[in-house]
């Protein structure tokens, strides 16, 4: 299954409460970076992860649009963008 299609279908759980919205975003969160290690291993240059977070915070944007269109809009668009600028472990990945 595509990533685009895993975040919505984790997205069809959505039922606009706080703790599900937590719920909703860690597991759309985890398979984000579940989607990257599958593309990538230790040996990988910097370059190919980027490109892979790259991949992966385009796909993300794709469906925080969509979901906004159908009136289901509970992620930011730029919202795994944040997350992993948040992260230190991340520092220097740019998008």
Not at 37 to 54: G, I, L, R
Request: charged letters at 35%; a positive charge.
């Amino acid at each position: 299954m595509f990533l685009e299609d895993k975040l919505l279908e984790i997205a069809k759980d959505f039922d606009g409460t706080n703790d599900n919205t937590i719920v909703c975003c860690r597991k759309m969160i985890n398979a984000c970076f579940d989607s990257i290690s599958n593309s990538v291993n230790e040996k990988s240059p910097k370059t190919v992860y980027q490109a892979q977070f790259k991949r992966v915070n385009k796909t993300w944007e794709k469906v925080a649009l969509e979901l906004e269109s159908k009136g289901k809009g509970f992620i930011l668009k730029e919202g795994f963008k944040k997350f992993v600028e948040s992260k230190d472990e991340f520092k220097g990945l740019l998008f």
